[in-house]
Structures are given as structure tokens and as C-alpha cells.
């Protein structure tokens, strides 16, 4: 019998669930369930179990229980997309994102390389002015001028993105623009096509036979609050990717297309507090052709790789936090149901269902005014189907952050089936050379398995691991970029 370890003399907590750690019967697996998650900052702990049975013979082939760890657990990785959550996770989405845009330019991935050949454009859309704010103007020889209020800003001053009249700002527009944003860009999506046939002199369903166009976009925050959208926009046959467009169906009339479904999509928003409101693009937008040979300043690389850089990013750009501020206990209400069944206040949050109060987020006036409109606007019953009190870290803006038409390229998840096949490979070759049996190919397996959300994040100790493993990558990263040569 082990006897139990006195660690009372240990301070730091982390080191002493570090030891506890590697007194446990099997340490190794521990770091290796660490090390397998590549750095993850807060990785998902679940219980539960997985049984591989042959379907033929009713023997079980292979059986997991997250029992038999050394923890009682099983780690996995969070998946988050955010740069600010999660930079071991994000990195693997903003490559998976790459390689999803490339395919869509380029070609692989199952996507024909024939498309490298389409027309193709990187259109950038962006929001109306809902009231002058600070800037670094340029002339049009690109010669920096001062800003309205007289000075010349540095290009990381506080104040840039700022209302210069915060009084006489449209917080209410720019919330209500960032709500609708994603519905305006469906709205965009349509008008692109009947543009596109008014300007070809063809009617919609004769376009539609003829062509189709595909598309893949990002969204980003500008330094004002406001989203705006960068996308990929492809002219592809009638069978999609596998098949070239119409000779008449060029980079200009795309150009022209895109200029008429700018002017002509709107939104109408109608509201007693707030009266109606036109939810439109703004008069800055622009239409730049993708180069096919590499030769251009757009090419089918740096493209991917701008639009993979901002999938990764989430409104903390724009001065404002990247955690929901609805109190957890009353789902932002303000009130729990006691066991009478009546409405109590909520201890957590006295009534208002913020998370924290919104005067103590570490933010500038122009964010944490946003932050308030949106909190403000969702409580209203004519917009209580936009949600804005759960949206307003995000001010206001509920829609995808990267979205594709189907027929653009691969998905994300068929790039996460090909890494897992690719890591069932590795697995299946690392039991052969330990001598163990493989799966026969012709046996039909079935599995069944049962799991339970427990928690996230790691113990003290595990956590120490877990930095340890990010500052190695980090520095084989860092030996790459040094150009190592045993790397």
C-alpha cells in the first residue's frame, strides 16, 4: 500500500498537483494526454466510454473507458476558432480555413485546378458612416493628412475609431447595422445574381442555367465597431467547379454586378423607440481581380492567407471584450424562478443580468457605448428575435464570422475527416511495429460509446504541463523560422 504524500510544505498549488500527479500509476499517460492536446488552453474534460465490437462475431474488438486514466478523465481539445481564447486551436482553424479558401482559388482538395482559370474577384463591403470619427486620411497620392479634428494621428493612437461627437453618434444605426449585417449580406448574395443578368441582358433563369457563382467571406472588425465583410467570388459552369464559364461571363461584368448589388440591397427596419431604419452597404467598396499566374498583388496565396488571418479574429479588435456578458445563473433576465414559481431576483447579478456591470469593463466609451445600445436595443420587443443583450460583447453583430456557398471548395469538416484518417493511419502503423493486431478491412465494426461534459480547463499540474508543451512548440516554431536545418 502507497503511502499518501504530505505536500503541505509545498506552496504553489500547481507544483503540488504536480506531484500528486507523477505519484499516480501511469504519469506517461498524463503528459501524454497533455501533449496530444498541442498546446490547447482550455481543452474539454469528459467521462464516459467507447466499445469497438465485430459485427460478424460480437466480439469487442477494442474498449475505452476514461475510468482507467490516471485522472478519471479524458481531455480534448476545445476547437476554439478564437486567436484570444485559444491560440493552439485557432491556428489549426485559420490553416484549415487557408487551405479551404486556397482550394477554392487554386484548386486540390477535390476541388478541380481548372478554377485557378475563372474569373475571380476579392471584393471588400463595408458599413455607412453613422458619423464622423477619427481617422488617418490620405490624399489620393497617398500622402497623410490630418484628421478632422486638426491632428495627425499615430497609426496606433486610442482614438482612432472614435465618434469626434459622441453626442451626435448613431449608436443605434451602427448596432442595428451590425445586427442585420449577415442578413444583408444574403440580400447582397441575390441582388449580385439579378444584376449580373440585368447587365448581361439575359433573364435570371437563363443565368442560372449558364452560371454559377460561388463564394467564400469573412467578416472583420473595423476600428469603429463595425463589421465589414472581405470575400471570394468565382464564376463557375453550370456544373460548378468541374466545369469553365461562359465566355461572356468576365472579371468586368463581375465588376459592374457587384457595384449594382451594393446600391440596390437593402433592409428596412421599423421600430417606435428608434423609428425606421435603411440597412445598407456603405458607398466604399471595392472589386479587385484575383491573378491567375501569381504575377499580381492579389494572388491565390496571399488571398487565402488574408482571409484565413481575420476567420481567427473576433470583435476584441475593435476595443471591446471577447466573453458574453449575460449572467449565467438568469440567462440574462434579471430574475430566477424560485420554488413557488415566482420570479426572485437574482443574487448574482441584482436584477440586471449582466454578468458584470458594464461601467467596469476595461474598455474605451465608444466600445462600452455599443456595448450598452445593444444591451438596451435587445430589451425592446420589436427586436427581442435579434437577441442583442446575448450579442452585445459582440456589438451586436450575430452572424457567421467565415462562411462559403456549397459548391466553392472542400469543407472544414471533410478537411477534420481527412487529418483523423490520417492520424488512424499513423496509429494503425505504430500497432504494427509494436507487433500488435490491425482491424481487418473486410470486417464490418460497430461502435457505441457514451459521454458526459464535465468541464473544461486542466488541473494546476496539468496546466504546467501544458505551458511546457506550448513554449516547445513555440520554439521549434521559432528553430523553422530561423531556417534550423535539422528541422
Request: with cysteine; net charge positive; hydrophobic share 35%.
Amino acid at each position: 500500500m502507497r503511502r499518501p504524500l504530505d505536500l503541505r510544505h509545498v506552496i504553489s498549488p500547481g507544483l503540488r498537483d504536480l506531484v500528486e500527479l507523477a505519484n499516480t500509476d501511469n504519469f506517461d499517460r498524463v503528459t501524454e494526454q497533455v501533449r496530444d492536446l498541442r498546446g490547447c488552453t482550455s481543452p474539454v474534460n469528459l467521462h464516459g466510454w467507447t466499445i469497438t465490437t465485430d459485427q460478424t462475431t460480437n466480439q469487442v474488438v477494442r474498449s475505452y473507458r476514461s475510468e482507467d486514466e490516471p485522472t478519471g478523465r479524458l481531455l480534448t481539445t476545445c476547437g476554439n476558432r478564437r486567436a484570444s481564447r485559444c491560440p493552439a486551436c485557432s491556428r489549426l482553424y485559420a490553416a484549415d480555413t487557408y487551405h479551404l479558401i486556397k482550394a477554392g482559388l487554386s484548386g486540390g482538395k477535390n476541388v478541380a485546378e481548372t478554377v485557378r482559370d475563372h474569373p475571380r474577384a476579392f471584393v471588400t463591403l463595408t458599413a455607412p458612416s453613422f458619423g464622423p470619427v477619427h481617422n488617418r486620411p490620405t490624399t489620393d497620392a497617398g500622402k497623410p493628412r490630418p484628421c478632422s479634428c486638426g491632428d495627425s494621428h499615430a497609426q496606433d493612437a486610442p482614438e482612432l475609431g472614435t465618434p469626434l461627437r459622441p453626442a451626435r453618434y448613431d449608436y443605434s444605426g451602427a448596432v442595428l447595422w451590425n445586427a442585420h449585417a449577415g442578413a444583408l449580406w444574403a440580400r447582397f448574395t441575390t441582388y449580385l445574381r439579378r444584376a449580373l443578368a440585368e447587365h448581361l441582358g439575359m433573364t435570371q433563369k437563363a443565368l442560372n442555367t449558364a452560371l454559377r457563382i460561388s463564394f467564400a467571406k469573412v467578416a472583420e472588425y473595423q476600428q469603429r465597431g463595425l463589421v465589414h465583410f472581405h470575400a471570394v467570388v468565382r464564376f463557375d459552369g453550370p456544373d460548378g467547379h468541374t466545369t469553365a464559364p461562359p465566355a461572356w461571363a468576365t472579371f468586368d461584368a463581375l465588376r459592374v454586378a457587384v457595384g449594382l448589388a451594393v446600391e440596390r440591397a437593402r433592409l428596412i427596419v421599423d421600430s417606435d423607440a428608434v423609428g425606421e431604419r435603411v440597412i445598407r452597404w456603405g458607398d466604399r467598396f471595392k472589386v479587385d481581380q484575383i491573378s491567375a499566374l501569381g504575377d499580381g498583388e492579389l494572388t491565390d496565396a496571399k488571398v487565402a492567407g488574408y482571409v484565413a488571418k481575420y476567420a481567427t479574429k473576433n470583435a476584441e479588435g475593435a476595443g471591446t471584450v471577447d466573453r458574453t456578458l449575460v449572467c449565467r445563473p438568469c440567462t440574462g433576465r434579471g430574475y430566477v424562478r424560485g420554488p413557488d414559481g415566482f420570479r426572485d431576483l437574482c443574487e448574482d447579478c441584482d436584477g440586471t443580468g449582466q454578468a458584470e456591470p458594464l461601467t467596469n469593463l476595461a474598455v474605451q466609451q465608444h466600445a462600452r457605448q455599443m456595448i450598452r445600445t445593444a444591451w438596451a436595443l435587445g430589451h425592446l420587443p420589436e427586436f427581442a428575435h435579434l437577441k442583442l443583450w446575448k450579442w452585445a460583447h459582440m456589438l451586436g453583430f450575430r452572424g457567421h464570422f467565415s462562411s462559403k456557398s456549397r459548391a466553392y471548395s472542400t469543407t472544414l469538416g471533410a478537411l477534420r475527416d481527412v487529418r483523423r484518417a490520417w492520424r488512424t493511419a499513423q496509429a494503425a502503423a505504430a500497432r504494427v511495429r509494436a507487433g500488435l493486431p490491425i482491424d481487418d478491412e473486410n470486417t464490418t465494426l460497430v461502435t457505441a460509446s457514451s459521454w458526459t461534459y464535465l468541464s473544461s480547463g486542466y488541473r494546476p499540474g496539468e496546466e504546467l504541463l501544458a505551458a511546457q508543451v506550448r513554449h516547445d512548440r513555440a520554439y521549434t516554431e521559432h528553430l523553422k523560422s530561423e531556417g534550423a536545418p535539422w528541422l
